[in-house]
């Protein structure tokens, strides 16, 4: 059974910067995309990156493009999300999700079929 499990979460001051992590299990990874999305209690969950793990194809939404990397280690079966230049509306609870074979550019949630449980991150202003 996939398991993806988040970490790295926290509180940091505007500017500052954080890096999440996302362990991945149960399965082989190399056909899927991983991606990471964010979600206030406000606001439907927002794609934020994704990889495409076979060929190292990133992509990114446009609030976060220039300020967050989106990267993974294949042989850890880890996903990476390094976020600088935070700013208070970065605010959110961060998701790692997987999606069996699709295509990195795939902003909507409904297309992944796992979900981690979420890591808050809050930037203080």
């Known amino acids: 059974q996939v398991q993806l499990v988040e970490s790295g979460g926290g509180l940091v001051q505007a500017g500052g910067s954080l890096r999440l992590s996302c362990a991945a299990s149960g399965a082989t990874f190399r056909s899927y995309v991983m991606a990471w999305f964010r979600q206030t209690p406000r606001n439907e969950r927002e794609f934020v990156a994704g990889i495409n793990w076979s060929g190292g194809v990133t992509y990114y939404g446009d609030s976060v493009k220039g300020r967050f990397t989106i990267s993974g280690d294949n042989a850890k079966n880890m996903v990476y999300l390094q976020m600088n230049s935070l700013k208070p509306e970065d605010t959110a609870v961060y998701y790692c999700?997987?999606?069996?074979?699709?295509?990195?550019?795939?902003?909507?949630?409904?297309?992944?079929?796992?979900w981690g449980q979420g890591t808050q991150v809050t930037v203080s202003s």
């Open positions: 999700a997987a999606d069996r074979g699709g295509s990195v550019y795939r902003r909507a949630a409904a297309t992944y079929d796992y």
